[in-house]
């Protein structure tokens, strides 16, 4: 199982144990463990969307000093029952979305019959905003952003302010890459970005089972948990609680 060890040290790199006492925090129920430096001190920090269940939600942040972190302490508002299904975000990435040198955290939110919004919670050096939306909304059968086979944050247009990127899989290799770009204070609707592969010309995905890899990079944390590249091979490993503790090079 030298490759499933691989996998867990990836898991402690991105999710150092937490030392706190039995009952305390289900880290499990961290929909994703983002690193971002919230309060731009210069020191990364990590933060957790937290999952009650019940579409109850409330984002915890482990601040950094330097030589320790803080313990899991809120950072957002509590989303009290009803409010807000963190579970149906599509991922959850960081980025520093209107430029202030604090980092922010995007939800692209899939409502299900390709309708979907991004929201955000822009950070305030101490604490967070709610959940708030971010791009406009995509009405019903306008967008799926189930079938992005990733989210990726960055700053396409170098103007400081973080976007995101959404490479689309059609299906039978057809594929184009859309933007959501920072405005600042909202972002863009989902854009194209890229010219369109129509089909045949790039299989965006590698298989049904099996996500497509970005080279060199930890790409998903939940959903698909850990994806590396190893020497031009393939590295895929699922989160253990998915009962999918497997990995496959090809
Ligand atoms: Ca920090
Ligand atoms: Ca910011
Ligand atoms: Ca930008």
Request: one cysteine or more.
């Amino acid at each position: 199982m030298r490759r499933a060890g691989t996998c867990l040290i990836l898991y402690s790199l991105l999710s150092p144990p937490v030392l706190a006492q039995a009952g305390s925090f289900a880290v499990d129920s961290c929909e994703a463990v983002v690193a971002a430096d919230v309060n731009n001190d210069g020191k990364t920090d990590l933060l957790c969307p937290y999952d009650y269940g019940n579409a109850k939600t409330r984002t915890f942040v482990q601040l950094s000093g330097g030589t320790t972190s803080s313990a899991w302490t809120p950072w957002s508002p509590d989303h009290g029952a009803g409010s807000f299904a963190v579970g149906s975000c599509r991922d959850i990435v960081a980025g520093d979305v209107n430029g202030d040198g604090k980092t922010d955290l995007l939800c692209p939110y899939d409502y299900g019959n390709a309708k979907t919004r991004t929201f955000v919670q822009l950070s305030g050096g101490t604490t967070s905003s709610a959940w708030t939306p971010w791009s406009p909304d995509h009405g019903a059968g306008s967008f799926a952003v189930g079938s992005c086979r990733d989210i990726v944050a960055g700053d396409v247009n170098g103007d400081g302010k973080t976007d995101l990127l959404c490479p689309y899989d059609y299906g039978n290799a057809k594929t184009r890459t859309f933007v959501q770009l920072s405005g600042g204070s909202t972002s863009s609707e989902w854009t194209p970005w890229s010219p369109d592969h129509g089909a045949g010309s790039f299989a965006v995905v590698y298989d049904a089972q099996y996500p497509r890899i970005v080279a060199g990079e930890l790409v998903h944390y939940k959903t698909t948990l850990l994806i590396t590249s190893v020497q031009g091979s393939r590295l895929v490993c699922y989160r253990s609680s998915d009962s999918r503790d497997t990995d496959s090079i090809n």
